[in-house]
């Protein structure tokens, strides 16, 4: 018997999937939670009771599905993450992905489907929603612009990703708000990015800082 966490901040989300696993003769909801901080102080007090599998939500109020990632992956690196998100864009996939999420699932998912993908995963398949794939694949297959960025625009770039406001990057390089702006705005289309996330994201997956 597989034991399964569920960590949803959405109430009917998590009963409907505790019904739907119940049919299942090998797997068993043991315990859901609404929130990261509460799911990982029940861990951290009950190591003897951990699950095979948890299937994750990706935005909760507190603490995200991508910071619950790093930490289980870190902390609890046998226990194996499903997220179960409506989420397809790439700062989402690409972070989930990165951090070690073993499976990335879509909430509309038939449920027949979902139910191999969570033995697949439990069977160490790592497991990728076709769409999640083809952002991962968009992203990761981009040619490299990192010759065409200037030596300003870089560092301009290095800011950007500490997740600084252009004001804040003005003042630390010592040049006016509405150059930076022009900066960022340069950066974006030669990166070919529609906004500084993917731009962040962009710069750390190909080490560009």
């Known amino acids: 018997m597989y034991r399964i966490m569920l960590v949803d901040d959405h109430h009917i989300v998590r009963q409907g999937l505790e019904f739907l696993l119940s049919t299942v003769d090998d797997l068993e909801v043991v315990m859901g939670f609404s929130d990261g901080k509460t799911f990982l102080t029940h861990l951290a007090e009950h190591q003897d009771n951990m699950p095979d599998i948890v299937l994750l939500d990706l935005v909760m109020p507190e603490m ?4 619950i990632t790093e930490i289980l992956k870190t902390k ?10 409506s989420y397809i864009d790439d700062e989402h996939v690409i972070s989930a992905v990165d951090k070690g999420a073993d499976g ?20 160490g398949e790592k497991i990728i929603h076709p769409q999640a794939q083809s952002v991962i694949e968009a992203v990761r297959n981009k040619p490299h612009m990192t010759n065409k960025l200037s030596k300003r625009e870089i560092e301009v770039l290095s800011e950007m990703v500490k997740g600084k406001t252009n004001k804040d990057i003005a003042e630390t390089l010592f040049v006016s708000e509405k150059t930076i702006k022009t900066h960022v705005s340069h950066i974006l289309n030669k990166l070919q990015v529609s906004d500084r996330t993917q731009a962040a994201i962009y710069a750390m997956e190909n080490k560009i800082v």
């Open 104 to 123: 990335y699932e879509m909430k509309d998912v038939e449920p027949e489907q979902l139910i191999n993908t969570i033995k697949s995963v439990l069977n």
């Open 76 to 85: 609890y690196p046998d226990i194996k993450i499903l997220v179960l998100t």
């Open 64 to 67: 995200n599905g991508i910071e």
